[in-house]
């Protein structure tokens, strides 16, 4: 018996990546229906995904335009963040079991198999099962997807990429309708759950390719006939989906053409373990107070003492790792893989390089990308993160399959045991489910818009959609990942909403003739003012959580002035009276009919 057939089979170490799934999230999986990650803002949004196409495709509308954010309008959501892979495929517990139910399987999924991915990827290459069970972890596991998770559900979602690179090897070795359908659904699904994971694999995709193709005797025209192949199908498969994108760009609309936004990582901190750690994070929490260049996921990119270990002591360890078991599988290329290694990392560094938060001014190569073609939608040089980890992954595998030939089990689990607990984030960072008590007070309120204050056009009203998922009314505000220009133009031509929505505008505001101006010019039937918004509130509680993951929670920028709240609340009850409900976080105003 070959390699291939040793410990773990491929459905055993299924089973193994979901149960590390489960540990690595706990206690997720035992709260499935009434927690979600302790993310913010595009959690959120997420979340409100997966209710908008459930009620979208139940109502046999197109989710790609809604009637239900930024109000009254028609919003076209061509240049949303969907995620359509995972919010078709979780459909089922959408209905079933609800939303939060829906995003949490949705991540204890994707761990799961991005792990048997890189397992099967690597062991194509290796020929080793164990070495690729390895692989596995570390490509399911790591800090930088963990710390997306809590908030990027699309950007953690890059599960399908190790199976579209394993179809394309299989397809560049030996062919076949098969593997051309294979590797064309993959690279689909990739692309579905984040159009920037499709993007970001095909660098890789494109020296793997060529790597196989070349060392190929003959037969090389025929593979080539059948990456076009593939891809010509990977392009119909995604036809319904890019049809949107195509209409609004062939119309004219730029908006997707996003500013660029700096958030490289840091060049020490691919070193410095992630302050989720249940016993490094204490000790690094202080370093990433200091250094950390922004708030939002996606700083942490640290690599990991485990997998760098396999990779760099066994490319020093004396023997040779096995062959593929594949006939035509060649020796797995430690050059190409630490090549690809160190493009991707030097792209993630972004425009300049940056060293323990000091900034060099030294240029680097991302600076170019921002010029490139399709490639400068990207935007955000940290996602170069996702496959420098695939190919510190497969050359992990390739370190290992040197390392534990000849030893026994006791081997494996200690090497597994060690990538493990190096970057284990338990107890994993989780919050409760808003549902608030104010909600059911909407009940006998007359159909139409809600104005939530303070609220938000962008990140700031990423709550509000998911206040939306539970009252199911119109509001005024909204989060979609590219803001209609008329909205933009909406919120500066009415004073108090740029007040409100942006926290801190360029201009004074009359709070009440402010907020008179925007009860005129749209028809809002009910007002919320969130009381829990005030950011002095929030500053308090981000101090009180400083050093745990939950301080991301409480970011001051998402608030507004307590005098401020105070003024809109003493100005709605002057124009519509007092509030249907109140309590210590939100006053709930409907327009009395005239």
């Known amino acids: 018996m070959g390699a291939a057939a040793g410990f773990p089979r491929a459905r055993a170490a299924l089973g193994l990546y979901v149960l590390a799934a489960v540990l690595f999230t706990w206690p997720l999986a035992v709260r499935l229906t009434d927690h979600v990650p302790a993310g913010g803002n595009d959690l959120w949004q997420n979340c409100w995904n997966f209710w908008w196409w459930g009620k979208a495709l139940g109502e046999g509308r197109s989710p790609y335009r809604t009637d239900l954010i930024y109000q009254p309008g028609d919003v076209s959501l061509a240049f949303h963040t969907h995620s359509e892979a995972n919010v078709l495929t979780m459909l089922p517990v959408t209905l079933a079991l609800g939303v939060p139910a829906a995003l949490n399987a949705a991540l204890l999924l994707g761990f799961g198999l991005a792990g048997w991915g890189g397992y099967l990827l690597a062991r194509e290459l290796t020929g080793d099962p164990r070495a690729a069970f390895l692989a596995g972890l570390v490509l399911a596991f790591p800090p930088h997807r963990l710390e997306q998770s809590l908030e990027h559900l699309n950007l953690a979602s890059y599960q399908a990429m190790p199976f579209f690179l394993l179809f394309l090897v299989r397809l560049a070795r030996s062919g076949g309708a098969r593997n051309v359908l294979l590797a064309a659904v993959a690279f689909a699904a990739n692309a579905l759950y984040a159009w920037h994971n499709g993007l970001l694999v095909l660098p890789t995709a494109a020296v793997l390719f060529a790597h196989e193709v070349l060392r190929r005797r003959d037969g090389r025209l025929r593979a080539l006939r059948d990456a076009a192949a593939a891809g010509a199908l990977a392009a119909l498969l995604l036809l319904p989906f890019l049809w949107p994108l195509v209409r609004e760009i062939a ?49 942490t990119c ?20 096995l062959d593929g078991t594949a006939p035509l599988a060649p020796r797995f290329s430690p050059v190409l893989w630490g090549a690809l290694l160190g493009l ?30 399709v490639l400068q939608t990207v935007r955000l040089p940290n996602r170069f993160v996702v496959p420098a980890v695939l190919a510190l992954s497969m050359l992990a595998a390739h370190g290992a399959s040197r390392l534990l030939r000849g030893r026994g089990p006791l081997a494996l689990a200690g090497a597994a045991a060690l990538i493990a607990f190096d970057v284990l984030p338990v107890p994993y960072p989780m919050q409760p489910v808003p549902r608030p008590a104010w909600i059911e007070a909407l009940a006998p309120a007359p159909p139409g818009l809600v104005l939530d204050l303070p609220g938000g056009h962008r990140a700031r009203g990423a709550e509000d959609m998911h206040l ?44 009440e003739r402010g907020l008179a101006q925007v009860l005129e010019a749209l028809p809002v039937q009910v007002l919320v003012l969130h009381l829990d918004r005030e950011r002095e509130r929030l500053e308090r509680l981000a101090a009180q959580h400083r050093g745990t993951p939950l301080s991301r929670l409480f970011n001051p920028e ?18 519509w009276g007092p509030p249907v409900f109140a309590d210590e976080a939100v006053e709930v105003h409907v327009r009395q009919r005239r």
């Open 251 to 299: 119309a004219g609309d730029t908006s997707y053409l996003k500013p660029p936004v700096r958030k490289g990582i840091d060049l020490a901190f691919l070193l410095v373990p992630s302050e989720m750690h249940p016993l490094w994070g204490p000790l690094v929490q202080g370093l990433y107070e200091r250094c950390r260049g922004y708030a939002s996921a996606g700083y």
């Open 302 to 321: 640290y690599l990991g003492v485990g997998a760098l270990a396999l990779w760099i002591l066994g490319s020093l360890a004396r023997g040779k790792p």
């Open 344 to 373: 991707h990392v030097l792209l993630a560094l972004g425009d300049t390089l940056v060293v323990l938060g000091e900034d060099t001014g030294a240029p680097l190569p991302f600076a170019l990308v921002r010029h490139m073609p």
């Open 468 to 511: 939306q998922t539970l009252h199911g009314r119109p509001i005024a505000g909204g989060y979609a990942s590219c803001v209609p220009a008329w909205m933009e133009r909406r919120v500066k031509d009415l004073s108090l909403l740029e007040l409100a929505f942006e926290g801190q505008p360029a201009v004074q505001v009359d709070v």
């Open 558 to 575: 998402r608030g507004t002035a307590a005098r401020t709240i105070a003024e809109l609340r003493s100005a709605a009850r002057k124009l």
